[in-house]
């Protein structure tokens, strides 16, 4: 049974077999808004994008990798940050792209972003990698996590395109928490003792763009 993590959780990455859970997908699954119009006769979609993230640090907290949307560009933008990319440098982990829709016909049961980690090629000088999800602000969506029909953060074994097994998950769209929020830090894998675990931190904000939240995460949840 896939554990529910919690607010401030602490796991190791043991599967019920004993085994250590070393290549999975950490994957974010959402829908888009379905809004009545013209007096409840018909209905109109709207899309959402969030976008799922990482970040990567050394033991002392000095950033050394990142994936997020390579839609990003803030090299263009002047704001101090590199661009965005789909893989890290020790291809460990791999980002399938930015969805910017969320499922338009309801849950189909897969993610809509996903980032596929393999903790055995990851570069020994990370000591933490930190996952976070943003709200995009586009023309049709400028909401909080609630209102969104549903919205949650998983782990589990397989591909993006096929769940064998999930090992854990968050619910964002549920969480009281979360209303009026557009940022959660999510939680961050971590090596102790040579061995990697799992901290769920679940912290949300009102980060109006990830800048704001990449900022953050370099600050406050590096260490």
Not at 37 to 61: I, P
Request: overall charge negative; some cysteine.
């Amino acid at each position: 049974m896939a554990i529910r993590l919690e607010k401030g959780q602490r796991i190791n990455l043991e599967k019920n077999n004993g085994s250590k859970l070393m290549n999975f997908c950490v994957g974010c699954n959402w829908g888009a808004i379905t809004k009545s119009t013209f007096f409840g006769l018909s209905s109109k979609t709207v899309d959402v994008d969030l976008d799922l993230s990482c970040l990567m640090f050394d033991a002392e907290g000095n950033p050394l990798d990142h994936v997020y949307s390579p839609l990003y560009r803030f090299a263009d933008n002047n704001v101090g940050l590199p661009n965005g990319k789909v893989d890290s440098l020790d291809k460990a982990l791999h980002h399938t792209g930015d969805d910017l829709q969320g499922d338009q016909n309801g849950d189909d049961g897969l993610d809509n972003e996903i980032i596929t980690v393999d903790l055995n090629r990851v570069d020994s000088k990370i000591n933490q990698i930190v996952f976070f999800l943003n709200i995009y602000n586009n023309d049709d969506y400028r909401g909080d996590f609630s209102g969104i029909p549903y919205a949650s953060i998983r782990m589990y074994e397989g591909t993006p395109t096929r769940v064998n097994e999930v090992f854990a998950q968050y619910d964002v769209a549920t969480k009281t928490d979360c209303v009026g929020k557009r940022a959660l830090i999510m939680g961050k894998l971590y090596r102790r003792n040579g061995e990697w675990k799992f901290a769920a931190i679940g912290d949300s904000f009102e980060d109006k763009t990830i800048v704001h939240t990449i900022a953050r995460v370099m600050k406050d949840y590096s260490k």
